[in-house]
């Protein structure tokens, strides 16, 4: 077995179980140097990297090795050292082999960066997001059709496009396909994608470093603008007056501006109106979770490309055990190709629906904790967490409040009396009311039903 393939597993797994932002963060440069008799060793670019891998995904490192290699490990060691070196010394070891991994995957090692730098010292879209290879179904008609309209006439068509909906499904894929549409037609095109957390943050370092110049700069001389996941500026009063002045300046010019977010503008909560009005200026499309044809369809595209076919049986089964997220469906795919590989058996339904077993299993809802669950709310209504805590009773904090309790209880199946401790020392009898009151209100209440399966799906995926 190659450590190239045991590490792409591994990364397989991690990728899920963590935030994207996370996964890139620490696991990108990162690589395997040996794996034998129970003794593991990865590389990693840094001792920042080295140090929290060692401190926060250790255990769970080790878990996934276990379950690739079907062994148990013992040890697991951090080096610091490049992963050029590695990688060239493993391609030298075995090439054919690595050449047709590579192949099979139709993509970047795994440590590729997801993004790329860009002449204008911004990121810019990464290549592997095509329209092309966007599988259109019921749930994402309206937003890939307002993103083709966009790129045939940007700044115009839609100013600003902005897509909403939930984790996986695709928004991050389709507004990059944008930007590598446009390019193709003129290369030399500027475009700047980033989250709203980096632009937050290059604000923030720009009004430290007093480069503010530089920031206006950077942002407002470009041709795209391409900001995923708009939410997270919310409650943040510099940052949301900044992207102010900056979707004025470029909109005056008539350049594009596209913005993704897990809801519509007016459900963001803590969002100044003036930007929930100006979002709402071009188009709004939603995409929703695909359909059961849609993900045979885009397992069977994502077979192509990995050319490794697999009967419409099969399909079927993982799109019927798959159906939160496209991204958890190619997790199951990818799992299931490796496995395969490894141990170079040809795929059945059985072998297929065995390990689908052990997917549902994967350990990422164990590892929660009451206050991660706490701050994920708590972020999602853009509240501190002194604010759950305290004896504030005004419905917009008593509300996430009784959520809280509602999903320790669910989720976590914690009792109450634990429940009322964590929300800072309240009756047991208050987390048993906020739990029914929950309950009742979610069979009756669109929005609030929406909002706790948006919760939840974050606490999954995002879940650190
Ligand atoms: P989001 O930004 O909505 O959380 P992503 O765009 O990151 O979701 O999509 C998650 C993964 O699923 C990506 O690897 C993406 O390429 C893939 N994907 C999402 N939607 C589609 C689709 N309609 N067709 C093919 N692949 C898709
Ligand atoms: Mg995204």
Not at 72 to 88: D, G, M, Q
Not at 93 to 115: C, D, I, R, V, Y
Request: hydrophobic share 40%.
């Amino acid at each position: 077995m190659q450590n190239y393939e045991i590490w792409q597993a591994v990364m397989g797994e991690l990728e899920l179980s963590i935030s994207k932002a996370n996964f890139i963060t620490w696991f990108k440069n990162t690589g395997i140097i040996s794996c034998q008799e129970g003794q593991a060793v990865l590389c990693v670019p840094n001792a920042f990297t080295k140090a929290w891998m060692e401190k926060k995904y250790h255990h769970t490192i080790i878990a996934s090795l276990e379950r690739v290699t079907g062994k148990p490990i013992k040890r697991l060691e951090y080096r610091i050292e490049s992963l050029k070196n590695v990688v060239a010394e493993t391609m030298l070891a075995s090439k054919p082999l690595e050449a047709a991994m590579t192949a099979q995957f139709n993509g970047p090692a795994p440590a590729a960066p997801a993004q790329q730098f860009d002449n204008h010292g911004g990121f810019t879209v990464n290549p592997k997001y095509g329209f092309e290879n966007f599988v259109v179904g019921r749930g994402s008609e309206l937003a890939y059709a307002a993103a083709q309209a966009v790129v045939s006439r940007p700044g115009v068509a839609y100013n600003p496009l902005f897509i909403y909906g939930g984790v996986g499904l695709g928004k991050t894929h389709l507004i990059q396909a944008v930007g590598n549409e446009m390019r193709k037609t003129n290369p030399k095109v500027q475009i700047m994608y980033v989250s709203a957390e980096k632009f937050g943050n290059d604000f923030i370092s720009s009004v430290r470093e007093k480069t503010a110049k530089d920031f206006q700069h950077r942002y407002r001389t470009i041709d795209l603008l391409l900001i995923d996941d708009i939410q997270f500026i919310a409650g943040k009063e510099g940052t949301q007056e900044s992207f102010f002045h900056t979707f004025n300046e470029l909109h005056q010019q008539n350049k594009q501006i596209i913005l993704t977010s897990d809801r519509p503008p007016k459900a963001i909560p803590a969002l100044e109106d003036r930007l929930k009005s100006r979002f709402e200026w071009g188009m709004i499309a939603d995409i929703t979770a695909p359909d059961f044809e849609t993900r045979v369809a885009i397992l069977e595209r994502k077979c192509l490309e990995k050319n490794f076919p697999l009967d419409s049986r099969v399909l079927q089964t993982i799109a019927t055990s798959v159906q939160n997220n496209i991204r958890e469906l190619e997790g199951a795919l990818n799992k299931i190709i490796v496995y395969h590989q490894l141990k170079n058996i040809a795929p059945t339904l059985e072998s297929v629906k065995s390990l689908l077993t052990s997917w549902a299993g994967t350990p990422v809802r164990q590892s929660l904790t009451p206050r991660q669950l706490l701050e994920a709310v708590g972020q999602f209504y853009s509240l501190s967490t002194d604010d759950i805590l305290s004896k504030n009773r005004e419905k917009k904090i008593s509300l996430p409040r009784q959520i809280i309790m509602f999903l320790m209880r669910e989720e976590l199946k914690m009792s109450y009396p634990a429940i009322g401790e964590e929300l800072g020392g309240r009756d047991h009898t208050t987390a048993m009311h906020a739990h029914e009151k929950i309950v009742k209100e979610l069979s009756d209440d669109l929005k609030l039903k929406q909002d706790v399966d948006l919760i939840k799906q974050r606490l999954y995926v995002n879940n650190l």
